[in-house]
């Protein structure tokens, strides 16, 4: 796999289109405005008070009938899934999406005309990496109900795959594949939404659709068209004449894809799994998919994503040579046993150190804590890790044997787990801001037999001894 960082994306500025809502029938306009690094993808309702704003995500989805529909503290978005694709479809993570109306506008029923205004806006990368979850396992969701099922398993990049089967003779089974999103606005963005007759005479019957007009939905006839039904159509979309084609559709639109129905299955789902919140590097593979299913499973994914970033463990090659080993430690560091706590530096960068402690049963601090059951005192795993930390604020200075390190502070100090005789200690410290006139402000975490031990927030001065 790639270890390339890849950074964030926004648009360069603002653009607006506008359009007919499918279920209020009115126009409505939307406009996509650049947001920063981690913002993600967030809805706001202009036309409302205050000018509220709801983050796209699976925990805010409250019915998937005829769409994917959020609402979160009174603030409610229908049909998020088309203007959500257009967003992934084109590598952009953090966008602010302005619509006054519950509902973007359906445009054609793609993803075509979003793509088209985002692209005319540019894209800009943002000076932060994006936030991907690397599939290692499979992970599924099935709804005994449907029958329907998703599932993603490892892959190198960014993958889907849809089979559906209506279940009717005018539209049976279809599949269709996206090897790289980097296709999507050639395969999948053009590709329409659509309905089955039934379910459009009862959309027709309760007022659902007033502006589903039939440039923006392929119609299938699934049943036998009634005179009573072919005038109600005319009437509901302004038509002199409506008939039936050969392929079963209605001569509204010419299909752009044998397989156009499977095709917008499949940006359906990209669009509904951005409610993730996360990209992700794994192949999905979804049977009989729908908008149900597809949130379920962008909940399932998000809460294991939320759940293995809070107990991440990172993982070290101990059998490399380290960068340092305890005689270049003593050389920079003015300690000495027993009271140097860091045996090796097996990282190092301008704003890192990974550092190693081997607790062994002859630290002089068991005579004494305690005799009969020996635990490494918690204020020593700070002091260890600020040991490694102090070794990356003074590779920073060319003559670091003339430096100290004194502590400032210590803030958010948490003890995790144990840690005995016998155990290998991992430091891993980051750089919370830039070294400035010799302040080191630092987040610390210690490991220990695939756990988080302990963790802190260290500020230490770098001060130049007086000879």
């Not at 405005?33 to 409250?62: C, M, Q, W």
């Not at 100090?413 to 080191?440: E, M, Q, S, W, Y």
């Not at 037999?449 to 007086?466: C, D, F, H, P, T």
Request: charged share 25%; net charge negative.
């Amino acid at each position: 796999m790639s270890n390339n960082i890849v950074n964030q994306k926004t648009i360069k500025e603002a653009v607006t289109l506008k359009g007919v809502g499918l279920h209020t029938g009115k126009e409505v306009t939307l406009t996509f405005k650049p947001a920063p690094a981690n913002h993600g993808y967030v809805f706001k309702r202009v036309d409302l008070e205050d000018e509220p704003t709801i983050k796209a995500s699976a925990l805010f989805v409250t019915n998937t009938q005829r769409g994917t529909n959020m609402e979160s503290k009174g603030v409610v978005i229908q049909t998020s899934e088309h203007v959500l694709a257009a967003c992934v479809g084109l590598g952009i993570d953090n966008v602010l999406i302005e619509v006054n109306a519950p509902e973007p506008p359906i445009m054609d029923g793609s993803s075509k005309f979003f793509v088209e205004a985002l692209e005319k806006a540019g894209i800009e990368e943002l000076n932060a990496p994006i936030d991907e979850y690397i599939v290692t396992e499979p992970i599924s969701f099935k709804d005994e109900e449907s029958g329907s099922e998703i599932l993603v398993i490892p892959s190198e990049n960014y993958q889907v795959t849809t089979m559906v089967d209506f279940g009717t003779k005018v539209l049976g089974t279809q599949n269709a594949s996206l090897e790289k999103i980097s296709d999507f606005k050639e395969e999948i963005s053009e590709a329409r939404t659509f309905s089955f007759l039934h379910e459009l005479e009862a959309l027709l019957e309760h007022g659902l659709i007033k502006g589903g007009d039939l440039n923006n939905a392929i119609v299938y006839v699934d049943k036998e068209l009634k005179p009573e039904t072919m005038e109600r159509l005319k009437v509901a979309f302004d038509k002199d004449e409506i008939s039936v084609k050969p392929n079963g559709i209605l001569d509204n639109l010419t299909l752009h894809y044998p397989n156009e129905a499977a095709r917008h299955k499949l940006l359906d789902i990209i669009g509904d799994l951005a409610l993730i919140g996360t990209r992700i590097r794994g192949r999905v593979i979804a049977t009989k998919p729908g908008h149900f299913v597809n949130t379920e499973f962008a909940k399932v994914m998000a809460q294991k994503i939320k759940k293995e970033r809070r107990n991440f463990v990172p993982k070290f090659d101990l059998n490399k040579p380290p960068v340092m080993d305890i005689h270049q430690i003593m050389a920079m560091l003015p300690h000495r046993p027993p009271f140097l706590l860091v045996d090796r530096i097996l990282e190092i960068t301008d704003s890192r150190v990974v550092g190693l402690k081997n607790v062994t049963m002859n630290e002089p601090f068991f005579v004494g804590h305690f005799p009969d059951a020996p635990v490494m005192p918690g204020v020593l795993q700070v002091e260890a890790m600020a040991q490694a930390g102090g070794i990356l604020a003074l590779s920073q200075v060319p003559d670091p044997e003339n430096y100290l390190t004194f502590f400032m502070k210590i803030d958010n100090v948490k003890f995790k787990a144990k840690v005995l005789p016998g155990d290998t200690l991992i430091f891993d410290l980051n750089l919370i801001t830039p070294i400035r006139r010799g302040i080191c402000h630092m987040a610390g975490k210690a490991y220990a037999n695939g756990k988080l031990v302990s963790e802190a927030e260290l500020m230490a001065q770098i001060v130049k001894q007086k000879k």
